[in-house]
């Protein structure tokens, strides 16, 4: 970590995103593991020292097993019950050394991933994860600033589409981008099949609208300036490309497609991902020995 923070300052950037690894940081139900929290408050402290602004990130894909036992966010008693309490432990011991919060990333996929297959539990999930977001803005909110990272993306129907299947893109429209950016904006729940439900404190409940994209920066940033709440933009980009010349070309395009939306709205920052290869996986814009890749001089070039 220490390494990848002097790349990253070396090469112009000026802030890091670190996951606080829920799984490893809580192996049970409010205990804290000292080594998972000294090394999460060491990466802060290094990033700083570096001259990078440390923003961390809460939830990861991987959750503990005891709080997956026990529903995970599909159970809407236990979310309750046991995601605020991880928030406001986040908040007491790293509070003083972060940036910024992003509590929750990429929330479509995760519903997707965790109940892929069934409406009705799929809705319920999706309406917990809303809640959380709420719950986590209320204990964090005064503080550092919290951002979204919302995976939107434009959605297409298919050329002759039958009924079914406008419908279908409907639905998935709806959750990428209605349910969070209206949420935000009007305090509102619209989950497809559900009933439309108020929630205190959700209306305006971030400091940024963050969106973690793969494309389409120039009209994701509109759609969401004009969806979503009066807040700053921000993008998190995850290059399209099988080679690193191809991600090299998708970068460039998001930076020409991101200036010209920023000569009308608010963008404060832009953050790529992934940043180091992880062999075998070499989609990184630095190689694991450090060195900037075509992809990286792209992003570093703008």
Known sequence: ??????????????????????????????????DVVEAVLSACVGAADAGLRPWLRLLQPAVPVWFDDEGGFADARN?????PRWVESCADVF??????WVPIEAPFAMARRLIPDDARR????????????????????????????LDVAVVRAPEEATPE???????????????????LRDGRIDIPGRALRELADLDGACDIVGLAIREDAETVLYRAAE??????????FRPTGSTDVERSRSIEAMWRSTRRAAE???VTSVTI???????????????TAGELKSSGEAFVAA
């Not at 986590?136 to 503080?143: D, P, S």
């Open 79 to 83: 979310t309750g019950r046991f995601w």
């Open 227 to 236: 969806q979503g709440p009066e807040r700053p933009l921000a993008l998190t």
């Open 264 to 266: 009308e709205l608010s």
């Open 95 to 100: 509070g003083d050394v972060v940036s910024g």
């Open 273 to 287: 991902t992934p940043f180091v290869d992880h062999p075998p996986v070499d989609d990184g814009i630095v190689t």
């Open 165 to 183: 299947q406008l419908a279908e893109t409907n639905r998935i429209d709806q959750l990428r981008w209605g349910v969070w950016l209206d949420g």
């Open 122 to 149: 799929h809705g319920e999930l999706v309406e917990s994860l809303v809640v959380a977001w709420r719950d986590a803005w209320r204990i964090l909110r005064g503080g550092p600033p919290v951002m979204t990272s």
């Open 1 to 34: 970590m220490t390494d990848d923070l002097a790349v990253a300052a070396s090469i112009g950037l000026d802030s890091v995103r670190i996951d606080v690894p829920w799984a490893l940081a809580q192996p049970r139900a409010g205990v804290l593991d000292g």
